[in-house]
């Protein structure tokens, strides 16, 4: 597989682990700014709310960021184990991930674990050209358009 190939199945692999991550982040930290929920109503409420938010923080980052350091994490482990042992590039690859999402402790090493899953799954698929690089990128669009047209529901129910 080629470097251009890798860099699409990233994009990928960022687009889909990235809309995973601020789903599953606003479902766990529901609104940073208010603290717990009370009830179930304001628990989704919140999750509704801050989805969309952490999405358009983390998204780019995972993009930029993650990318990067997942094909410098993928490229060190070929190389390694081109002189070690072939059947440690996995491991190699998922212990530079680790350190390289440790950056922000916690929450970065969660998405860099999540990032590591999904471009491994991609990998074994065999997933990844340009054009569904481009196409995947539709991906974090629609979930915010989803969780933000859910803010907005809400928002209108409230005026009412």
Do not use: C
Not at 92 to 121: C, E, M, P, Q, R
Not at 123 to 146: D, E, H, M, T, Y
């Amino acid at each position: 597989m080629g470097i251009s190939q890798m860099f699409a199945r990233k994009v990928i692999a960022a687009s889909i682990s990235g809309s995973l991550f601020a789903v599953v982040l606003g479902l766990i930290v529901t609104d940073p700014f208010v603290g717990e929920a009370g009830s179930a109503g304001e628990y989704f409420r919140g999750a509704i709310i801050s989805i969309p938010f952490y999405l358009l923080y983390s998204f780019p980052v995972i993009l930029i960021y993650g990318t990067l350091t997942s094909a410098v994490s993928d490229l060190l482990a070929f190389f390694i184990s081109n002189h070690t042992n072939r059947k440690l590039e996995l491991y190699i690859s998922l212990i530079l991930h680790l350190l390289f999402g440790s950056i922000l402790y916690g929450v970065s090493l969660a998405a860099a674990v999540l990032f590591f899953i999904t471009d491994y799954i991609l990998r074994r698929k065999q997933f990844g050209s340009w054009r569904n690089a481009l196409k995947s990128l539709g991906l974090p669009v629609l979930v915010w358009i989803v969780f933000m047209g859910g803010v907005y529901v809400m928002d209108a129910s409230l005026l009412k």
